[in-house]
């Protein structure tokens, strides 16, 4: 769970790899600065919006996405948040894991 304006400073993709080599499968945060989150995607990296995401969530805290109807269950506070999903393009990108694997494999289709 992370504030605004979440990779502020970083127009590299190093700043995904570092997060994915620390073992963080998803950070959600109030806002993004749009280069991270495009590198995040295109690295198939899971960034999620949601506004006031830190109101009312503590360290510690289990929380359960559903990235399908856009929301963020607190299971520990029996809260509940929305967001809006990601597209259904970005969400294939991150299930081929990222931009390449994406390119190759819709190249692979087609020959």
Do not use: M
Not at 15 to 40: C, D, E, H, P, Q
Not at 42 to 64: K, P, Q, R, Y
Not at 86 to 94: G, K, Q, T
């Amino acid at each position: 769970i992370a504030g605004d304006d979440f990779g502020c400073g970083s127009s590299r993709e190093h700043a995904v790899w570092a997060l994915r080599g620390a073992g963080v499968k998803v950070v959600v945060a109030n806002s993004y600065a749009r280069i991270f989150f495009r590198n995040a995607i295109n690295n198939g990296f899971l960034a999620i919006e949601c506004a006031h995401v830190c109101d009312g969530t503590e360290s510690g805290d289990e929380l359960e996405l559903d990235l399908a109807n856009g929301r963020l269950r607190n299971l520990t506070r029996g809260t509940e948040k929305t967001f809006v999903p990601i597209s259904d393009f970005a969400r294939e990108l991150i299930e081929d894991g990222g931009l390449l694997p994406h390119i190759q494999k819709k190249a692979a289709g087609a020959a």
